[in-house]
């Protein structure tokens, strides 16, 4: 399966926050990684089929824009595997996404 990948920067944790639920619900996406860049901005990796990952960075646009301030939304439909290889983020780089545990 070729995989896309998005990415969603906003500049507060909450909209980023806000954004990961709104992308995941939307979509049939893996939510992969999160970086705190610096500077209050944040960034989001998600990575599924190219069609889930462009509905779920719509949504999760939408959502963060109510709570904070979204700085850039981009979708990379067919990554090369090189970039994976150098910057893993997510399925390609051969380590999965980690399994959720239940809460207790």
Do not use: W
Not at 70 to 85: G, K, L, N
């Amino acid at each position: 399966m070729t995989d896309a990948l998005g990415m969603i920067e906003t500049r507060s944790f909450p909209a980023v926050v806000e954004a990961a639920d709104a992308a995941v619900k939307a979509a049939r996406v893996d939510l992969v990684s999160y970086e705190k860049t610096g500077g209050g901005y944040t960034t989001i990796v998600i990575r599924g089929d190219v069609a889930a990952v462009k509905a779920a960075c719509d949504a999760a646009q939408t959502a963060a824009g109510r709570v904070g301030d979204v700085v850039t939304v981009h979708v990379i439909a067919r990554p090369h595997d090189q970039v994976d290889v150098i910057m893993p983020l997510g399925r390609n780089s051969g380590t999965a996404p980690a399994p959720a545990r239940a809460k207790k």
